[in-house]
């Protein structure tokens, strides 16, 4: 991707966030881009063509390395049963350390407009950008969760993504809000205790 491009799905994610899908408009975008719309036309094509491509520009990276920290840690396990607090780990610290960021609060605002909005391409967006990655952890989860069945290895799952989703939309607020407990200097720390929390509500599921 060269730089015109980059330039652009960052003004897109821009006018995305503060604006929603229906509302951005691919002047505004090149506008805030400093290109002109037949650069943007030649690139991307459509606003569908720019969030497609938007999402994979932030997501797909991150998702590659949580599979391959995956796959690593079921190469050292028996059987590939890493253990519930490592798949935490795999699948929620990445992301968590990319998108608080300024940078990744950016993107989660801007999809947080776009997916309020009823577009079901959105839909199908997501599922060609995570399924991959959603499927691996399944799989993973029910083999660390054996006495588990299926819908209830699923909705494991669905917990631990809506927990790490909900720390992303919410923690500029909670940053406002605390008086001590949440600084650059102790994030790890936070992460950690994030990450605990979590394992310790699946722990408390019957049979986990």
Known sequence: MNETQIKVLEAAESEFADNGFAGASIRNITQRAGVNIASVNYHFGSKKALIRQLM???????????LRRLREEEADYLDKVVPLPVLIDILVRPALEKMLTAEGAQFVRAMARCMSEPLDFLQSLDREVFQELFMAFQQAFARALPQLN???????????????????????????????????????????????????????????
């Open 150 to 208: 299926r819908a209830s290895v699923t909705n494991q799952l669905h917990f631990v993504i809506c927990a790490m989703i909900g720390m992303m939309l919410h923690f500029p607020r909670m940053e406002s809000l605390a008086v001590e407990g949440l600084s650059p200097e102790n994030f790890e720390e936070m992460l950690d205790d994030f990450i605990k929390f979590i394992t310790s509500g699946i722990k408390q599921v019957p049979g986990a």
């Open 56 to 66: 994979q520009y932030r997501v797909t990276p991150l998702n590659e390395y949580r």
